[in-house]
């Protein structure tokens, strides 16, 4: 399968714990996005990269939020000092690229936090 | 900024045909999408319509766009149990082509 993977599937940890989360996008897809669920909502965006590169990052990514994408290849999105609201289902996505049907979003089959 | 309504709840009888309802605020949007979520699954891509076309058909899937009204369906023909699940309507725009989605129409088939 070459689908987008996430890891773990599931995270239980106490509020104040520090979180990391890794996205591994289809092969060759530039852009990677993240987005997160909570109950009853659709996702909503968080950050996307092109490449390597952090291009947009919404408000809804506070200070304690960081994604990273090294080489261009996997994501991390950590979160520090966790609370009991950021308990939520990350999604990550990867598109081939951008314009002329290239933006389609694919998507992983997410990491579910519980904070305690 | 962008906004996307559905419709909570569906329920149908196997065998007929379901029809989800979508508008949207953003005209400038390029494509429109429908995502299926299966319970503690990711979204599975069902399929997309491009903002210059008002029909596309797929198998059992039809997706009518009406862009004067802002407004997209999804309709799944003989419509099966394991179509169960929750549907997500998405449009996607500017550079930056991040979805902005729905809350999701919750689809329940009864035998």
């Known amino acids: 399968d070459t689908g987008v993977s996430q890891d773990p599937r599931h995270k239980i940890t106490k509020r104040g714990q520090n979180v990391t989360f890794r996205c591994d996008p289809i092969?060759?897809?530039?852009?990677l996005y993240w987005y997160r669920q909570t109950l009853g909502q659709g996702p909503e965006f968080l950050t996307y990269?092109?490449?390597?590169?952090?291009?947009?990052k919404s408000r809804l990514l506070s200070d304690r939020f960081s994604a990273e994408r090294p080489k261009g290849s996997f994501s991390t999105l950590e979160i520090q000092r966790t609370e009991q609201g950021d308990s939520a289902m990350y999604l990550c996505?990867?598109?081939?690229?951008?314009?002329?049907?290239?933006?389609?979003?694919?998507f992983g089959p997410g990491t579910r936090l519980l904070v305690l | 900024g962008e906004d996307v309504e559905q419709s909570l709840f569906l329920s149908v009888r196997e065998g007929d045909s379901s029809v989800i309802n979508c508008t949207y605020t953003?005209?400038?949007?390029?494509?429109l999408y429908w995502y299926k979520q299966e319970p503690g699954a990711g979204l599975q891509l069902l399929t997309y319509?491009?903002?210059?076309?008002d029909m596309k058909q797929d198998q059992r899937l039809t997706v009518l766009l009406n862009k004067k009204d802002k407004h997209l369906s999804l309709r799944i023909a003989d419509t099966q149990t394991g179509d169960s699940a929750i549907y997500f309507c998405?449009?996607?725009?500017?550079?930056?082509?991040?979805?902005?989605f729905g809350k999701g129409t919750l689809l329940t088939v009864n035998p």
């Open positions: 996505a990867s598109s081939l690229g951008a314009g002329w049907g290239q933006e389609t979003q694919y």
């Open positions: 092969s060759e897809h530039n852009r």
């Open positions: 990269f092109q490449n390597e590169a952090q291009l947009e």
């Open positions: 953003d005209s400038s949007s390029t494509y």
């Open positions: 319509i491009f903002s210059n076309m």
């Open positions: 998405a449009e996607s725009g500017g550079s930056n082509y991040k979805l902005t």
